[in-house]
């Protein structure tokens, strides 16, 4: 008579989104919301989690040069060295959907286990 009326899998999909809620506030400046579950962040696309590829990368890992450098600095925008304080997290979804964010790479253990709980909790 009391008690949950959940079943085992919806205990455990619900868990599952608990996680992922508290591994995406870690990180900062995104949020899950549900009905469909979805990432969102202030002023970018929504995405949607199911079938999302998370990609972490360094400032200092981040190799492209930009026109905007190599118009200000000629040649010696190769040698200049790259932001190394901050994350950039790519999540890309399914349905071609794109979100890029920023953060502290003190936070890179978070975003890690963010990406790693996208893909192995929500897989497409």
């Known amino acids: 008579m009391f008690g949950s009326k959940k079943s085992a899998e919806e205990k455990t999909a619900s868990k599952a989104v608990t996680e992922l809620r508290l591994a ?9 919301r549900k009905d469909p579950l979805r990432f969102t962040a202030p ?5 949607p989690v199911a079938g999302a590829q998370v990609t972490v990368d360094r400032g200092e890992a981040a190799k492209r040069i930009t026109a905007t450098r ?3 600095t000629g040649i010696f925008a190769l040698a200049l060295k790259k932001d190394n304080t901050k994350l950039f997290i790519t999540i890309e979804g399914a349905d071609g959907s794109a979100m890029l964010l920023d953060c502290n790479a003190k936070k890179e253990a978070a975003a890690r286990k ?7 909790k929500h897989p497409a």
């Open 24 to 32: 995406a506030a870690s990180i900062g400046g995104m949020m899950v």
């Open 43 to 47: 002023g970018q696309m929504d995405v």
């Open 70 to 72: 190599v118009a200000l």
């Open 114 to 120: 963010f990406a790693i709980l996208v893909h192995t």
